[in-house]
């Protein structure tokens, strides 16, 4: 991952994208103005969820295991593969 896109990256655009030591999570961008939640996985697969508050974006972000978290907490939101 890196901070610096060219046009063919599809990650392009959405702002600062924030790493996650995740054995299957790669990290993760937040807008807090759309409420949208991007996270990326290992192999490139980019998924969309919507209406997610600041905090559970903030706890993604700090928590011990970012896997662990993202299935207590997003597993069956409403989401769109990118």
């Known amino acids: 991952m890196s901070d ?3 046009d063919n990256d599809p990650l392009a655009g959405y702002g600062a994208w924030r790493a996650l030591s995740s054995s ?7 807008n807090p103005e759309t409420q949208e939640l991007r996270i990326q996985f290992h192999g490139g697969r980019t998924y969309k969820y919507f209406r997610i508050p600041q905090e ?8 011990s295991s970012p896997g662990q978290w993202f299935h207590q907490n997003l597993k069956g939101a409403p989401f769109e593969r990118e």
């Open 4 to 6: 610096t896109y060219d």
């Open 24 to 30: 299957n999570l790669d990290a993760y961008n937040y």
């Open 56 to 63: 559970m974006a903030d706890a993604l972000g700090s928590a």
